[in-house]
């Protein structure tokens, strides 16, 4: 009996502990059970109203209604779907056409008590006169009656004024920041707006021309607003906010208006927190010693590695420079001495068909070694540039092999191709030049270090590639040059150069191109008994609409590019226009924008736009700031500032709004054509 009045007794102390320790559940079950059904309920964000609500240098929404929505959320274990916007006017819209169910921050007004219920009001905030610094702080706002006043349209301060002060001569302007800077440029006299967002712009936003005159007797009260239609909703927002303490509300405003330090001689922990950071600083000093002690000894390793590699380097150039003279002069030679005996009268037509043929044949190996040298050129400084075409792979090797023939049958060798891939599938999209130049390369360089045997090609598809396979029987290649074949200037042995000729750029420029296409090149080779090399490439058929989709050259037409224009000038626009539609290799889709808020609306609509050509004094807004908006949006967007003002202070300040490039005005078209080749592919790849 007095076990079981124990058991009792410490089960209900165990349950009063759980629920002591538990939160508070402020929901009822039906309340929960809506929340559940519901699949998204929207919550309007306009993260351009700081400190309550703003993009932070994270580029994530911060804020003192941001932390305070979230600790909602907590309270009734629940996540709302956030809606961002950009604009104020499209946010208020959506309010009325009932697309948005919760505002996150909204003043509460006569006009929207009609349709919203108001929650939260803790965060007051005086709404204050913004002038320049030299204006006089004794002058009161009855003082400012007959100057021009900048504010936000759409903003309940704007309608407060407009409403109490209609004879007030009011500028509306798209956003608060928008307000200042024009008070800083002198367009208007004063801004009114609330104390705390008109203090933190003025800090952040580098304004310090500007400074707070006089308060206003109006006051910004941000609130939570929620459609008077949804009482189950309003109800739950109701029980949340009335469920934050007072305790909870000032630990936010403490985190984002100011908070109070304690002389660090006041901590009690101070000196304990003080000795474990001496004292682990002191470990970390003596480990870091010997840390440093074993990278000295390592990149001394890796310098000497680096060093011999130089050294190597430089040997095989010099080596490649060497050979350079007698690679071109050897055909020259050929082209000059056999061009002399072909004036002879005496010759017979054999011989001068056979002098006629060395020429030719000279030529061809003069144009070669220049080729190569120009074209491992191109690939080192980054210029060589892909052309996708359709390509038919079983015509292209057939050509090689027919052109190679005759080169193999004067060394006694044999050239067999075996293509396994169906003949419908051989149709592909690559760069041909390019995959032609590879195979070349690889065909002549077993050709040319084979005596004896053949030369085997395939080819066949293997999933999502296309395989082609180069086996010779030829010298092989020696285990430590295995790893250098691929590198330019690699074929370092003289004896080599002197028996078999070529520059070793063969293998070089085959690699490189191979990735250029996004393939790739391997081999296996045994000393005196051969080498095979395999070239693994995209396969990329074409496609049932081939035929609409290329020209009668077989090209690739140009893919179609989405461009919005922001000019408000309509001869400045139609220039723009005529000069990209006549752009040959590109075909554009023009938007047009005709002040910088409908740019920012486009970029937002439209996630097709590939580059903005952003004027930058317009209307509503300036390209500045546009810029500003549409990087925040989209960061990988490209824009180019095109603007009559084209000192380096305008360029300076047109970069560091955002903008990628900058064009003078008037436009020149030999200008804007390395621009378009820079941030927009002219083909698909």
């Known amino acids: 009996m007095q076990y079981k009045i124990t058991h009792t007794f410490l089960f209900i102390c165990l349950i009063i502990g759980i629920s002591s320790c538990s939160n508070h559940d402020i929901l009822n079950e039906t309340e929960k059970d809506w929340l559940q059904k519901q ?63 919760i505002v996150l921050e909204m003043q509460e007004t006569v006009e929207r008590q009609k349709f919203l219920n108001f929650y939260t009001k803790s965060f007051e905030t005086p709404f204050v006169l913004v002038a320049k610094k030299e204006v006089d702080t004794s002058l009161k706002f009855k003082d400012f ?29 798209p956003d608060d920041i928008a307000c200042l800077l024009s008070v800083q440029s002198g367009e208007s006299d004063a801004y009114i707006g609330g104390k705390a967002l008109a203090n933190y712009l003025i800090k952040t936003e580098g304004l310090d021309g500007l400074k707070v ?22 109800d739950i927002i109701a029980k949340a906010t009335s469920n934050i303490t007072n305790k909870e ?21 101070f000196w304990v927190i003080s000795s474990i950071i001496f004292f682990t600083a002191l470990a970390s000093i003596i480990l870091i010693h010997f840390y440093l002690k074993f990278i000295i000894k390592q990149k001394t390793r890796e310098l000497q590695i680096a060093k011999d590699k ?9 080596n490649f420079i060497q050979n350079i003279s007698h690679e071109i002069r050897t055909p020259m030679n050929g082209i000059m001495g056999f061009s002399e005996l072909l004036k002879s009268d005496s010759l017979t037509p054999e011989e001068r068909k056979e002098y006629t043929e060395i020429i030719i044949d000279s030529g061809k190996d003069l144009i070669t070694s220049v080729d190569d040298i120009l074209e491992i050129s191109l690939l080192e400084t980054k210029q060589s540039k892909l052309r996708f075409t359709e390509t038919n792979l079983n ?38 030049s390019k995959l032609y130049k590879i195979l070349n390369n690889l065909i002549d360089n077993g050709i040319k270090f084979t005596n004896a045997g053949s030369i085997t090609i395939f080819s066949y598809l293997v999933e999502d590639s296309i395989e082609i396979s180069l086996k010779d029987t030829g010298i092989g290649i020696k285990q430590k040059d295995q790893d250098i074949i691929f590198k330019s200037f690699s074929q370092s042995e003289k004896e080599i150069s002197k028996n078999f000729g070529g520059l070793g750029l063969g293998l070089a420029i085959a690699k490189q191109y191979t990735d250029l296409i996004g393939g790739k090149i391997s081999f296996v080779s045994k ?8 070239l693994k490439i995209p396969y990329t058929p074409m496609q049932n609409n081939a035929e609409s989709s290329t020209n009668k050259e077989g090209n690739i037409i140009p893919e179609k590019h989405v461009v919005l224009i922001a000019e408000d000038g309509e001869i400045n626009f139609l220039f723009l226009k005529t000069v990209l539609t006549k752009m040959i290799d590109f075909e554009f889709v023009i938007y047009r924008a005709k002040n910088g808020k409908e ?28 810029t500003k908006r549409i990087k925040k949006m989209r960061p990988d967007l490209p824009v180019v500032a095109q603007t009559a003002y084209s000192t380096e202070e305008d360029i300076e300040r047109a970069l560091a709004a955002g903008c990628d490039d900058f064009v003078a005005k008037p436009v020149d078209r030999k200008i804007l054509r390395p621009i378009l080749d820079k941030y927009i592919s002219i083909f698909r790849n």
Not at 48 to 71: A, E, R, T
Not at 213 to 234: D, G, Q, R
Not at 599 to 626: F, R, S, T
Request: hydrophobic letters at 35%; one cysteine or more.
């Open 39 to 101: 699949g998204s309920i929207n919550v309007a964000v306009y993260p351009y109203y700081p400190p309550y609500q703003f993009i932070n240098k994270k580029d994530s929404i911060d804020g003192i209604l941001v932390d305070h929505f979230s600790l909602i959320e907590n309270k009734i274990n629940y996540t709302f779907q956030k809606k961002y916007y950009t604009s104020w006017t499209k946010l208020l819209e959506d309010v009325k056409t009932k697309k948005i169910d």
């Open 145 to 173: 009656q007959n100057k021009q006043i900048a504010s936000p349209t759409g903003y309940s301060i704007d309608d407060y004024l407009k409403k109490n002060y209609p004879n007030l001569n009011i500028k509306n302007y």
């Open 213 to 234: 005159i006089t308060e206003i007797n109006h006051n910004y009260i941000p609130s939570i607003a929620v459609h008077k239609e949804n009482k189950v909703l309003n």
């Open 249 to 269: 509300k000032q630990a936010i405003l403490d985190n984002w208006l100011f908070s109070t330090v304690k002389p660090f001689y006041k901590k009690p922990k």
């Open 310 to 318: 130089a050294e190597e380097s430089n040997r095989i150039k010099t």
């Open 395 to 432: 015509e292209l090797l057939l050509k090689l092999v027919s052109e190679y023939i005759h080169k193999a049958k004067e060394k006694n060798l044999t050239i067999h191709l075996e293509n396994e891939i169906p003949e419908e599938k051989n149709i592909i999209i690559t760069d041909k």
């Open 527 to 534: 000393e005196n008994e051969g080498s095979a090399f395999l």
């Open 599 to 626: 740019a920012v609306e486009i970029c937002e609509d439209n996630d097709k736009i590939d580059l903005v050509l952003m004027d930058i004094k317009m209307p509503v807004m300036d390209g500045y700031d546009a």
